[in-house]
Each structure stands twice: as C-alpha cells, then as structure tokens.
C-alpha cells in the first residue's frame, strides 16, 4: 500500500459551472478539497477525511481545471501516517511492517529507559528545590511570629539552578519542576522565557496571563465569576496591583488554598533576560512581598556569578538566593550510555565508529544530552529502515521465530552477508554445500547463530565493566577514564592486541595490594549478579584466590587472578565485526549519521556550484575533476570564473567571460562576429547568477571601486 | 496641651533649637510660612505647636513612637503636612541615599494623620495611564479609573481630576507620593513639570510629594520648571543606626547585651558599610551564632563572650554587600564549618563553566581577537611570520594595554581564522560551529555588536573575564598568555 496522492484530473462537471466566475476571484490550486473518496480509503488512520468530503465538496467554480480555493471549517490534512513513511522507500517491502513494528516496540522501550532514567537524576536536585520552596510557603505563613522570618520578610527567596551550558535541554527539567511543583505545593507556577519578555510591560503581561489563565482552567465551578473579573481585568493595565486583587479572591474562593499558596515565577534562561527589565521585575515585585507570597527560581546556564553580573547590588540585597547545581552533563551522558548502551537488554547495537560519531557531536560541539538520543534514535531508524535483515534485530525468542520465517529473498541476503560468508569458508566442505543450497539448514544454523550472538552480548558487557574497574584507577587511564572510550576501543579491534592494554597489564601487576584486592572485590560483584553458569564457576575460583592472597603468596596469586582476567578479556571482548551475523544488530554506517546531525551547509553549497552533477544527476554535467562543464547552470558558471580571480572582480570582465562561455554552450561558431557578444538575455541571466552569489555570501559590492565586487572567499584555482 | 511637646526621642541640638524657638515665637503666623510662594529657599521651622494647633494630638504622638530615629526629619515633614486644612505648597521633592527612611517617615506620616494619599513607585509605572490609574484609584476609589480612557493623555488626567474633585471635594490636602521618582525624566517630556505645579493645573488642595536617591540638580528640565520644596534626608550617624538596630532585640537575651552586641557589630562594619539593609542582613545572620547559645557563659563575661564571635564576624566581614548565599544557606555553611573548616562557597566561588570542546576554543579565538589588534595576528598565528619584536611594530597608540582599554569589536570571518588556527585538529565549517558561536552569545560571554549588516559581516566582542579565559585555556591546555599581544 503505498502512500501516493494523485491529483485526479479536473471532471466534466467543472467546466460547466464556468458561468459562476465572479470578478477575479483567487484561485488556487488545492488537491486536498478534491480527494476521491477511494484515495480517502486508501489511507489508513485518518477516516475523517471522507466525511470532510461529503460534508463540504469543493465547490468548482472555476474553468479550465483550476478550482477556487475555499477553506473549509473543519477541512482535515491527509497526513501519511510514519509507517507510510517508513515503507516508503524501503526496498524490500514484504517484512518492512515487520521491522517497524520492531523499531517502534524498541524505540519505545529505550525511550522509556533514558525518561526514567533522567527523572532520577533529576529527582535529587528537583526534591531539594521542592524542599525549599515548602520551606519558603511555611516562613511566609508564619508570618510575623517567628523572629528570624520577620529579620528576612523582605527578601523574595529564590532558588538559584546551575544547569549546565546546553539551554534547550533545560526545557524537560522545568517541565518535570513545575509539574512536580503543582502536584504537591501550589498551582500558582509560571516560566517565561527571554524571548516572550523584550519589555516589562511584556513581562507582566506574560506572568499575569499565564497565572489567571490556569486558575480558570484549574477550578471550574467557579469559572462564570473567573471569568467576569477576568472581563474586567482585560481592561484594566496590567500590574501587580490587579495580580495581589486577583490572589485575593482566589485565595478567600477556594478551599484549598487556605494556606497561602506561593506564586512561583520561573526564568527558564536568566543570561538572555535583559538586566533593565529582570531589575525592574524585581524592584515591583519586592513592593508587594507581604501581599503575595512570590518566589523566584533563576535557571542559570552558566555559572551563578552571572547574578551578580545582571542585577546590582541594589537589587539583588532584595533577593534571598539559594543555589542549587544539577549534575554536570557528562555525567549525565555516562548513565545515558550506561543505561541504553552498555547493556544487552536492547538487541540494537551501534559499531565503534558511529558511536564516535555521536559522542564527539556531545563533547565537541553541543553538550546536549537530548541530542544524543535523538542522534540514537536516527541511527535505531536508519538501521530499520535500511538493513533488510533487521527483522532478526528484536529480543531472541523473537528472533529465533523471525528466522524460521525469513524469506528466500532474505535468505539470499543472509547468505551474502560478509560475517556469515567468514562463517561459512571457516565450516567443513559438506557443510558449506548445505549452508549454499539449502534454505531450511540456512535458518537453522542462523538460530544457532543468533544465539551465539546473545551470549556473546551477555557475557560482553560484564567482561567490559570488569576491565574498566581493574583500569580506571590507573595512573594516565592507559584504557581512557571513561567505560565508553574503553568500550569504543574494544569494538574496532581486538583490545588485547593493543600496547596500551599491554602497558595497563603491566601497571596492575605494580598495583599496591589493598587497591588490587578492592577492585577485583567489585568485578566479582558484577560478575555474580551476571551469574550466567560459567562465570559462577570462575567465580568461585576468584574467590578462594581472594581469600588465600591475604595470606603469604601474594605474587602468584595476583598473576593466577590476573591471567584470569586475561582469558575473559581475550574470550569475551573480541569486536562484533568476529561475530557472524553482527551486522543484524549493528548499524554501522557513521557517514550518514554524521552527514544528518552535523551539516555542513558551506560545503554542501560549495559542492552544489563546482560539481553540479553531484546534486542534479544530469548525464550532461559530467565533468573532469575541476572543470565545470559549460551547459551548467548560470551560477555554477558564473562561480567557476569568479574562483580565477583576485579580491576584487571586475563586472565588466566577469559578464564577458561569461558570455564567451555561454555562447560556446549554445553550439556557435567560435569565429563567427556574434560569439561572445553579450545580449539582453545574457545580461540579464548573468546579473541573476551574480545576484545570487551575492545572496549567497561569496561577494559583495565595494565602496573602493564602483565597477567592482569584492570577493568573500579565499582560493579557488 | 504644651508640656507634653517636647522632643523626647532625640536629643539633638538642632531639633530643639528649632522647638525653643517656636516656644518665644507667635505660632500663627509660622503656620503660613510653608505657603510662601516667593520663598524658594525653604526655611525649616518645626511646628510641633502649629500642628497641635491644627491636629489630633494624639495622631501626632502616634506617629512618632512610630519613627523614634527621624526627628529631625519628621520635624520637617510635619512642617509641611500639618497645615493641611490650608492651601500647601505644591510640591516637596525629597531626597536622600538608599535606605535613610525617605519612605518610611512619609508613609508613617500620612498613614498616622489620616490624610488622604496616594503612593505610586515609578518602576511600577510601564505606560503613564497606569500612573494616572493608580493616583486616581486611591484619591477617589475604585470606580474612578474607568473614567480615563484607554491611553490616557495628561490633560485627560486632569480632566478626570477636576471632574472628581468637584463631586468630592476634600477638606484636607491631598497627597501624591512618587517613589523613585528619577523615572519620571525618562518618561513623557510634559509630565514632571505638570507634576510639580498639579495644583495649579487641577484647582485641588494637592501636594505631590517627589521621592527619589538623586539631588533636585540632575532633575531640573531644559525649559525650566516649578521648583519644589527641598528636603533632605541625612545618612544616619552610628548612634541612629545602633538605635535603630537594637530595636528588634533578640526575646531570649537582655537588651543591654544585645545593643552592646550591635555596638560590636558597628564597630567592625562601620567603616566599610553603612546601609542599613546590609548591616541588619548581617545582623541576622550573626544572631545565630553560638554567642547566645553558650550556656556556660554567662552574659556578663563580655571577653568570652568577644572571643566566641569574633571569627563569624571576619567571616561575615568577607561576604559584605556580595548577595552570595541566602541567610538560610549561611547559618547552614556556619554549622557545617563548625565540623569542617573550610571557605565559605558563596556564588563566586562556582564561577567555573562548562563548555564543549569546540566552544572553548570559540571563546578562546574571540578572546584573542578582542584584545590583541588586527595587524598582530600574522605574527602570531602564521608560521613563518619571522622574527618581529614588540618594539617594531609598536604604534604609539598601541602602548598602552588592551586590557585596559576593554575588549574591541572584530568581525565573524577573523573569529574563525584565529580559530581553525588555534584548534590543533581539522574542523570542518558545520553547522553547529555556527550554532556555538550564537548560543554563546545567548550565555553572555560574547556580545553582538552593531545591528546593521547582520547577514554580511557580524562584529562580536567577547565578554569574559581574563582570569575565565586563563581557567578555560587551561583545561584545553592551551597556552594563552603566549598568544596575547599584552603579554609580549
């Protein structure tokens, strides 16, 4: 079923309501008003569409196939739903449904994961800024009794939160603040962001809307008086005069807030605020602290001293600022990693390189946790939606009856996968006939295989976590200070063979006793909770080895433990490229991925211009290595000559060149008097194309000499 | 009635000169002398009588237990708020530093005599109708500001005035407070000195009262204007602030320990800072210390007692008038330091910054490029430059330090020449290189020049402190002060 929407050609009937047309009416091409209802059919998940069809058919006023535009109410966009899209263009179509579902039942389980995940680490500073904030409510409502509250009442308090520099990712912990806020402390919460407050007049505005707004939607029975006074409020300026009325009658109205909720203002980006406006917010809002409880929280992107920097002192002895740091982003990312990556709960499995690829993007150029993810889920698609043979990518019972239904055409793939073609010259002669002819012995040995394939993960990952531990404690971290270098090095090749594993080998054998003994305390940790049947049994022997070592022989011992880690390592951290059928679950071409999250819009362009065969396709523009041939567009052309000059470039000059180049396009004999000879055409073409560039950013006109442009780029021929 | 007019809360020579006076001089006439047009030096003349001549007594009384420390200046505002059943003079513009009772003694005043008023702060005021809208509201009550229109003009404000003032005219002066009233300059041309001669625009018994932290000088229009009354309210000496301060005692301690307390705590503080906000934050904060919870010291023994505190003092010393830490959070760090010696971690002291790889090496670039002058960077960032001295190309406006002058504006190609130069691997040009440099404008550490020419050539210029960028350059390790011109 594909998702392609024809236009059906204009009816008979169109054309005889041609005497309708009044005066110029617009008209428009519109193909949505006009789907038949079968095409309505056709797509599923959006049944609307043919009713929308009955109950307001385009009303064809129009002659000659066009017809008016005319909106109507309740007019519904068919939409491809995302498995069209993901068929679409999938070269094998028959288990495509299969592989989406797949992606999609992961996806969400791993999006699950991280939300879980990022709620808990978010919970510790979440819960203390809770904490204050209550604390805060419960000074303000004792009031006067208390003598160190009376000694700070004119303070607003206001929590200071140090997020970390990546200012869109900050958008989920204010969402989880003030959602947690109007469960349990008070439904007066609004965030403004600097965007929305250019001027203080806009700022209030924003603070006041938002907080009547809710209150209206949060108690309904009262909602006819709300809304008079809220009548009533649209003419009168906005202030926090009406606010403080405003706090009042809900206050006395409803009964839950007997207790004097507090109106929490949140600044979602406090850097980009501008200081006059913030200031003044704040110098209004400290005259009315004892009619309104109000309460700050600063979002900081940078460091806390930026407080300082944007409010003086006069203002800011008006706030009671606490701070609050959340965990660095890097930390956070190593629990990301550690969670979604470092495990073998998910089939799906990205190589060294693309995983490179995505931590480079996070440490080099944005620190952004969320874009690691949806780097990962890019990846989790493209693997689906390219890799025919991903329909074996899900949990492995799943898998083992996926592969007693592959198809021959999947069969044939499978066979010609390089992993499994290794596997099969590495088989006995009579077996690699069987593994060439036969289908049923193919998905056979392809369950066995997928197996191996799950074991080899099972026993990956805690091998992987042992070696970081006996590691990371090294001096200069020989195997990297995080488990994800470790564990980028230990998918491109064998680590073993590596010098530094060498050198690090060596280091533990230097290492002081008690050190050496804590840490192999924590990998037979992970190793018991693995407790697969043979680590138990090594496990075990570690553990006398354990206990002897306190007594005398020290040295053998540790070289007995040592050399066991060695074996695990060599038997169960080889890379996955070793492993048949790793290209099921491995997406490994870093290239698109690179290409999708980290544009390069210049180069692109430059491409485009120099080799417009890359982008058009067109057989006639193929070309040698930097020439640019002449039936190329204008602006490839008028670019191509704008390389061979210096800084500054003659008009005149560049528009004859261009005409001598034109004219050999169109197929003029060189000797002839008109060759070269610029017409009106040509004129206007070239000044098209040099507009253009200049749009572009490669030149601009001079001030140094009227007939000349000045070039913006560097090089060229 | 006279006896009891005496200036019982402060002993200043000055206040009682002044009640002497009154004393021998003929009390009616000194009531008009607040009136006098002509007289634009104002002469102070306390008129205790002339207000008990005029007023309640006991509203007088009332308000001065209210404000015990102002008298000087409470004479004087009396002075001009006690005639209040005659015509008073326009405008009185009050002025003083932060936190001297500018406010405080005019409220009071007001609340205490019940006169009719209305406060407005100027910061409140976005648009001039919410000023009006304000003003009227409390004068007349709440159905009058539906009377001005929409974006009301100043002469719809008086319209509306004189309108209302006729249905209720009043017996007392009205009055018109304008807190921070420095902002009124930046508003409409027209409306300060409208403000300052409001009774003759409105044939109203009205006085609007100018509060502000700046002298009458910096207010005075091009085209000339009324001038108000001046008063000024002094700085308070240490007798008023210890005065002040002992009045919220401590319950649980004797009040002579607890202004001898305060006389510690001036002692330490004076010189360095006189606000009186700043000094009673530091007062709440160091009431918590041990000093008054030692229960085997007695209060007697001032030299204990002195020892105990006086290392919270020196801290308190450090942090005065840095906003750092909440009271809250400083008692907590105070009894953890009881456990654990160690610094106090006010906000300063986490001014480090995350940054990624590449944006590091932005602000490093822009950095270089803010301080060192253009023709200097072949010299730096090309290999081959040959050996040039400092000397050489020294022009002579160049001598003096670019650290000094403040960062200078450079435009977005040269940012990224000395970048790809400075970065010791490849970049290439993406789109998120680009995306750096903007969200490090968003984060303040670089600053857009100039609006003209966004498209072209954008100038920025970096804001960062040397000190940030010598920590960022060090966690790259990247030796900065060898590629800074200044540092040659």
Known sequence: MKATRKLPKPTQSTSSHCNNFKDGAVVKLEAETIVSPNDAHSLDGNCNSAETVKVSPPKPVQTKGCFVFKPSANKRRKTPTVEDYFTHGCEDTENSKLRFRNCQTLWEKMKADTELLQDELNRKILDSLLAFIRKSVSTFQRGTDDWASRMRAHEIPTAALVLGVNVPDHDMTFQCLSDQLQQSVTPFVVSVQATECAALNHMLQRVLERLMGTSVSVDNEEEPEQRSTNVNQKRVHCSLITLCNWYKTVTKVCSYCKEHPPIVVIFKDLEAFNPKVLQDFILICSRYVEQLPLMFVFGIATSPSTIQHMLPHSVSSLLGIELFQSLSCTQHLASVIDKVILTSQFPFKLNGKVLQVLVSIFLYHDFSVRNFINGLQLALLEHFHSQPLSVLCCKEAAALVHATELSHRDVERLQQLPSFMRYVEEQGPQEQVELLTSDDHVKEVCQKLLKDLCKYHKNYYPTLRCLHILTASLPKYPLGKQIRELHISCLEKNVWENDEYVSAMQLLRMMAKDELTSALQKCAEILKSVKTKKMRATLLEMKTSRRTKKMSQFEILRDQALEFIDSLVRSHLAPPESQPLYEVCYYSSSAVLRRHLNATPRTSIQTALSNPYHYLKNEDLRAEDGTVSNAAPDICIVYKLHLECGRLINLYDWLEAYATVVSAAEGKDPDSADFGKVDELKHARFIQAVSELEFLGFIKSTKQKTDHVSRLTWGGC | ?488
Not at chain 2, 10 to 27: P, Y
Not at chain 2, 63 to 77: E, F, K, P, T
Not at chain 2, 419 to 447: E, K
Request: aromatic share 10%; charged share 20%; proline share 4%.
């Open chain 2, 1 to 488: 009635m006279q006896e009891g007019i005496q200036c019982s809360c402060c002993e200043s020579e000055q206040c009682l000169s002044v009640i002497r006076g009154i004393h021998s001089d003929d009390s009616v006439e000194k009531t008009f002398l607040g009136n006098g047009r002509n007289g634009d030096k104002h002469t102070c003349i306390c008129p205790i009588e002339t207000l008990v001549w005029t007023n309640d007594y006991t509203l007088v009384q009332r308000a001065r237990c209210n404000i015990d420390c102002h008298c000087l200046s409470m004479c004087h505002c009396l002075s001009m708020l006690s005639c209040s059943k005659q015509c008073s003079y326009p405008s009185i513009f009050i002025y003083g530093h932060r936190a001297t009772g500018k406010s405080h003694v005019i409220h009071t005043l007001l609340k205490e005599l019940e006169l009719p008023y209305a406060t407005v702060s100027c910061v409140e005021c976005v648009s001039v109708g919410l000023l009006f809208e304000q003003v009227l509201l409390s004068l007349f009550g709440s159905d009058s500001a539906s009377l001005l229109s929409r974006n009301p003009s100043l002469s719809d404000f008086v319209r509306v005035y004189k309108q209302l003032c006729v249905q209720a005219s009043a017996k007392q002066t009205r009055y018109i407070v304008l807190d921070r009233a420095e902002l009124l300059r930046d508003m409409e041309a027209n409306l300060l000195p409208a403000f300052l001669r409001l009774q003759e625009l409105v044939e109203d018994n009205v006085t609007v009262i100018l509060l502000s932290e700046i002298v009458w000088d910096k207010f005075r229009p091009n085209t000339g204007c009324f001038e108000p009354l001046l008063l000024h309210f002094p700085d308070y000496s240490k007798g008023e602030l210890q005065q002040i301060l002992s009045e919220d005692s401590h319950p649980s301690y004797s009040p002579e320990l607890y202004s001898a307390f305060i006389n510690i705590l001036l002692g330490v503080f004076y010189s360095v800072c006189r606000d009186l906000r700043e000094l009673s934050l530091r007062l709440s904060m160091l009431k918590f210390q041990p000093l008054f919870s030692l229960p085997s010291v007695k209060e007697s023994d001032t030299h204990k007692l002195w020892r105990n505190i006086e290392p919270h003092l020196k801290k308190a010393m450090q942090t005065v008038y840095l906003r750092e830490v909440s009271s809250v959070q400083w008692e907590q760090q105070l009894k953890m330091e009881e456990k654990e010696a160690g610094a106090v971690r006010g906000l300063s002291a986490h001014a480090h910054v995350e940054l990624p790889y590449y944006s590091k090496f932005l602000l490093i670039a822009a950095y270089l490029a803010s301080y060192n002058p253009a023709r200097t960077d072949k010299r730096f960032f090309l290999k081959h430059h040959g050996k040039i001295k400092k000397t050489n190309f020294l022009k002579k406006h160049e001598k003096t330090s670019n650290h000094l002058l403040g960062p200078k504006p450079f435009p977005l190609d040269r940012l990224l020449a000395i970048f790809y130069s400075v970065v010791d691997s490849r970049v290439a040009p993406t789109a998120s290189v680009f995306c750096q440099i903007s969200s490090l404008v968003t984060l303040q550490l670089l600053n857009q020049v100039g609006h003209d020419d966004q498209l072209d050539a954008p100038k920025y210029k970096c804001a960062v402190s040397l000190d940030f960028i010598l920590a960022i350059s060090r966690t790259v390790s990247f030796d900065m002060v060898k590629y800074l011109y200044d540092f040659l």
